[in-house]
């Protein structure tokens, strides 16, 4: 089974910014959608950001748009989550993630796009800590 591996996580003070990677191990990861998930201690993991295997047109939660930019480089099978302007609400375990059953990520409104269920490869976690 392939391995996801994040890293860039840390204490950053709010306000700031972080960059989040995610090295894949296997280069057929290049095919699938991807995904940014993250949790904080007794919460359900939430959707962040997703984008397909092209690159076009990424999606993002309500919580992050216009703060956070999903990206990836398939050449060097990495995913990236840069993050700007953060906020203590962003404290969380991130998760990134990749999916085999969806084939695209698409703007219209799909609730599996969003959903942890529909990503079926996840990395390990990178904690992320925003303090005032």
């Known amino acids: 089974q392939g391995r996801l591996v994040e890293s860039g996580g840390g204490l950053v003070q709010a306000g700031g910014s972080l960059t989040l990677s995610c090295v894949a191990s296997?280069?057929?990861?290049?095919?699938?959608?991807m995904g940014w998930f993250r949790q904080a201690p007794g919460t359900e993991r939430e959707f962040v950001a997703a984008?397909?295997?092209?690159?076009?047109?990424?999606i993002y939660s309500d919580s992050v748009k216009g703060r956070f930019t999903i990206s990836r480089d398939n050449g060097k099978n990495t995913l990236y989550l840069q993050m700007n302007d953060l906020r203590l609400d962003d404290t969380a375990a991130y998760f990134c993630?990749?999916?085999?059953?969806?084939?695209?990520?698409?703007?219209?409104?799909?609730?599996?796009?969003?959903?942890?269920?529909?990503?079926?490869?996840w990395g390990q976690g990178t904690q992320v800590t925003v303090s005032s």
């Open positions: 993630a990749a999916s085999q059953s969806l084939t695209r990520i698409t703007k219209l409104m799909d609730p599996a796009q969003e959903a942890p269920s529909g990503y079926e490869y």
């Open positions: 296997d280069r057929t990861f290049s095919s699938h959608p």
């Open positions: 984008i397909s295997p092209s690159g076009f047109r990424p």
